[in-house]
């Protein structure tokens, strides 16, 4: 709701809820209220609550009973207006909760919005939602629970003449998650218990989406820590808000019930709950301990058999070990005297290639030399090239008259002079 749902009148907080009221059972608007209102917009009486100056008028009316609001008088705006709108859901709450309160109460002197200065002498902003001095009973609603300070609380209670407060919240407040409730405590330390306003929806417990009185749900709940120290909020009474009822000295009922009845029975379940399982959780404690202690006794013998069997397999290792060298000493003795009897053969067989070789040596020399013999005069003639058996070349040098193999003359052949040539020391020595 983005209009204005407050007006200042004579000094006084008049809001929109004021005009709301529930007979035979059916939300209406106070035709008096509102035809007062009028009247005095009509005498500009009706200005806007943030000191703009401006002059403010009632919309009203069956074709718009759930957007009902103030607006700036035409022309009448003096000053740049700063009034703060208020949300749609706390609208909504205000005015089932005037409806809840005149349909209990019938009090004639309910005032909404009212400044605790109007009860005690304190100059402080805060302010009751709601009050009735014939009743002595007033309620605060609170649609954000960071606006719960103790300072507030403490003031409404220091201030209130005697007057019985009842409190509540929006629903969107409730829950805990296992955290601690900080602002719900405060409310719950004084009232012994929190009342949540909303209404049910296809998705579950939401905010009022409408200023519908027949729709509205009230929750009754206490927070408490359960064994593990998380906290939890525990319900324990909820219906329409039609069904809660408040008596001659402020306490609330629900279905005829005291609230603190149905409160301390369903806490002492939770008590007794809290008690079962921490029994059962001393009970499974014990179990564990004796069963941990049958443990490390089976752990300690299963040592005590383990290590005897380690040393059991040490002992039989160090014999297998000890086995096993000797057999290594053996097995390398045999390794040794093989290997010298393969060595002295080695030397054997390099001793026979070694005289293999120089016998073949002396044989290709004397081959060699015989050929040479042979051959000789075949240098003289230089037609067909000098060859012996295995195909090797063999030239005449021209100057010194060695005979040799074709790889120790570094030039031979030609014309007239196939078999002749020129030896390495000869070309050095030229």
């Not at 205000?94 to 002197?109: F, G, S």
């Amino acid at each position: 709701m983005a209009q204005r749902t407050v007006c200042l009148c004579d000094g006084k907080y008049i809001g929109i809820e004021t005009i709301y009221t529930v007979i035979e059972g059916r939300q209406i608007n106070i035709p008096e209220k509102v035809k007062a209102l009028r009247e005095r917009s009509r005498r500009n009486e009706l200005f806007c609550p943030c000191g703009c100056g401006s002059n403010l008028i009632l919309v009203a009316g069956d074709k718009n009973e759930r957007e009902q609001h103030f607006r700036i008088k035409d022309g009448s705006s003096a000053a740049e207006c700063s009034a703060i709108t208020e949300g749609k859901t706390s609208i909504n709450s205000k005015i089932v909760l005037k409806c809840w309160l005149d349909e209990k109460l019938k009090a004639a002197d309910m005032e909404s919005r009212v400044p605790i200065h109007a009860v005690d002498d304190t100059n402080r902003k805060y302010e009751f939602t709601f009050l009735t001095k014939e009743r002595k009973l007033a309620l605060s609603y609170c649609h954000d629970r960071a606006n719960l300070s103790d300072e507030k609380i403490g003031i409404l209670e220091g201030n209130s003449q005697g007057i019985h407060i009842i409190y509540v919240v929006d629903c969107v407040n409730g829950g805990c998650r296992g955290q601690y409730p900080e602002g719900l405590m405060k409310i719950q330390n004084r009232q012994r218990y929190c009342l949540l306003l909303g209404e049910n929806t296809p998705s579950g417990y939401a905010a009022l989406t409408d200023a519908d009185y027949d729709k509205a749900i009230l929750r009754a709940v206490f927070y408490a820590q359960d064994i593990d120290g998380l906290w939890a909020e525990v319900l324990f009474a909820e219906g329409p808000l039609k069904l809660f009822s408040i008596y001659e000295d402020g306490s609330l009922r629900f279905m005829g019930q005291p609230l603190t009845a149905l409160m301390m029975k369903i806490e002492d379940k939770f008590l007794r709950k809290n008690a079962a399982r921490q029994l059962q959780r001393d009970r499974e404690a014990i179990r564990q301990e004796e069963a941990q202690r049958r443990f490390r006794e089976k752990e300690e013998k299963n040592r005590e058999r383990a290590e005897q069997k380690r040393m059991q397999e040490a002992e039989k290792h160090r014999e297998e070990i000890e086995a096993a060298r000797k057999k290594l000493e053996t097995l390398e003795r045999e390794r040794n005297y093989r290997e010298e009897i393969a060595r002295r053969r080695m030397a054997e067989l390099a001793e026979q290639q070694q005289e293999e070789r120089r016998r073949q040596k002396a044989e290709a020399e004397k081959r060699e030399a015989n050929f040479i013999r042979n051959m000789e005069e075949s240098f003289s003639q230089q037609v067909t090239p000098v060859r012996d058996a295995e195909g090797n070349r063999w030239i005449k040098c021209e100057y010194c008259g060695k005979i040799a193999k074709e790889g120790n003359f570094l030039s031979y052949g030609g014309r007239g002079h196939v078999n002749l040539g020129t030896c390495k020391e000869c070309a050095r020595r030229k």
